[in-house]
């Protein structure tokens, strides 16, 4: 009998044992499984956060952008389109035979914009969707989120076309359209302002103010400006045609015109002695440097024409009204600038000063192009009559001596050597003397040839 009690109590013992290691191993399975899910979700929202064109990785999301680019094709890029070229003006800002000129130089310079396959095999962007939705952001100031809508991009792809285009417009174009004027462009400028009555004129001069909406905080105190704004400000010398011939940004906000002037390079070529020697004779008086019409904030130097203050008499007041006239050339750029560009109207959204500074000189740059492209050199101005005899001014692209031969200047160095001959020059521009008097020949010119037009 107590054998088979043994027997009974260690089956027992043998069936708990079985038991428990049997929970035990059910535990285990139960925390790996855990361990699995918790491994599975973290690996889910990596490839969340990092989608790609990669094989394994989860998939961007399905925009349909090749409809979109089949769509937009159809659009505005065919023959027969849906949108006429008058369409087409006025949302991208330029004429298409343009527009297709710049994107064919942009795609030979840099393949980004060329469309390719990617890693899995699947056709990328057509290059007319990326050239859109960066002209949208340029011409309308849109944000991504805005582009996206258009052009079936995802917000980091139009970002980086954004930066893409504007460098490659600064690199391919600069040395065309931001050019200093050539000896011909000078003749042109000067016969124009001849004809209005400003013998020796190239143009005139301002600042505008682009507000910064993001600056960062660490700059905040050196891009505030007057109004208590944080902004950066472009200096711009324009032309008749509004062409800009001269363009420095990147001065903080708080500074005034006078200070962004002493920074600008806009005379260096008059102190290093390379600038066009421009003769011309005003009310019997000969001078031999061009000026820039100017508003009152500017020195009284000679490469300036500013506004009479208070005029009291009638050549005044005259003077006054067709000097102010002239003098919104700049301003009329300015209007221009910002109402094609409206992202440099609004305020800007991004934070590195380096992009917004490509941004602006790209702006300028296509504005340059759009002007060289439909305005109309040869149009006969029938509302601007011109009386004066248009030889007055003579300009030479540098000085002669008398052997005939062009000046040599002493080179600049800063070993005190040769100083001496640019701050002579540097003296010689801030001669107030000199602007007085030519600004009251130029009144009393402008009163002789135009004072009895209306009567």
């Not at 009998?1 to 038991?19: C, F, G, I, W, Y």
């Not at 944000?143 to 139009?158: C, F, N, P, W």
């Amino acid at each position: 009998m107590s054998d088979m009690e043994d027997v009974l109590d260690r089956q027992q013992r043998e069936r708990r044992a079985r038991m428990r290691r049997r929970a035990a191993s059910k535990r285990a399975q139960r925390e790996l499984d855990e361990q699995l899910g918790v491994a599975v979700a973290l690996m889910e929202e990596e490839n969340q956060s990092r989608r790609g064109s990669r094989e394994g990785r989860a998939s961007n999301v399905d925009r349909h952008r090749h409809s979109r680019g089949k769509n937009l094709l159809e659009d505005y890029f065919i023959p027969q389109s849906l949108y006429s070229d008058v369409h087409f003006r006025a949302r991208y800002r330029m004429q298409p035979h343009l527009f297709n000129k710049v994107m064919h130089d942009i795609c030979n310079y840099d393949d980004y914009f060329v469309q390719k396959k990617n890693c899995a095999g699947d056709l990328g962007l057509l290059p007319e969707q990326k050239f859109t939705a960066v002209i949208r952001m340029l011409a309308y100031g849109s944000s991504a989120d805005q582009v996206d809508e258009i052009a079936r991009m995802g917000k980091s792809t139009i970002l980086e076309s954004l930066v893409r285009f504007c460098d490659a417009v600064e690199n391919l174009y600069t040395m065309d359209y931001l050019r200093r004027p050539t000896p011909r462009d000078l003749q042109r400028l000067l016969q124009k302002a001849e004809s209005r009555g400003f013998p020796g004129m190239i143009g005139s001069i301002d600042c505008m103010h682009w507000q910064w909406k993001n600056c960062p905080s660490a700059w905040q105190g050196d891009y505030g400006n007057r109004k208590g704004q944080k902004s950066i400000i472009l200096e711009a010398v324009a032309g008749f045609d509004t062409w800009v011939w001269h363009a420095f940004f990147g001065v903080a906000g708080s500074q005034n015109d006078l200070n962004v002037l002493g920074q600008s390079p806009v005379f260096n070529d008059i102190l290093r002695g390379e600038c066009p020697n421009i003769t011309y004779q005003v009310n019997n008086t000969v001078y031999q440097n061009g000026y820039y019409l100017a508003d009152g904030i500017y020195p009284r130097w000679t490469t300036f024409v500013k506004s009479i203050p208070h005029p009291r008499s009638e050549k005044e007041n005259f003077f006054a009204a067709y000097q102010e006239g002239y003098r919104k050339d700049v301003e009329r750029c300015f209007g221009i600038l910002q109402a094609r560009w409206a992202i440099i109207r609004g305020a800007a959204r991004l934070f590195d000063e380096e992009v917004l500074r490509s941004i602006m000189m790209t702006c300028i740059i296509l504005h340059n192009m759009i002007v060289e492209d439909e305005y109309d050199y040869d149009v006969e101005e029938v509302y601007e009559p011109d009386p004066m005899n248009t030889t007055l001014t003579r300009i030479y692209e540098k000085p002669m001596g008398p052997n005939g031969e062009p000046v040599q200047h002493d080179p600049l160095v800063r070993d005190g050597t040769f100083m001496h001959r640019m701050i002579e020059r540097y003296t010689e521009m801030q001669s107030s003397y000199i602007h007085e008097h030519r600004q009251i020949d130029l009144m009393e010119h402008l009163w002789a040839v135009k004072g009895n037009e209306g009567q």
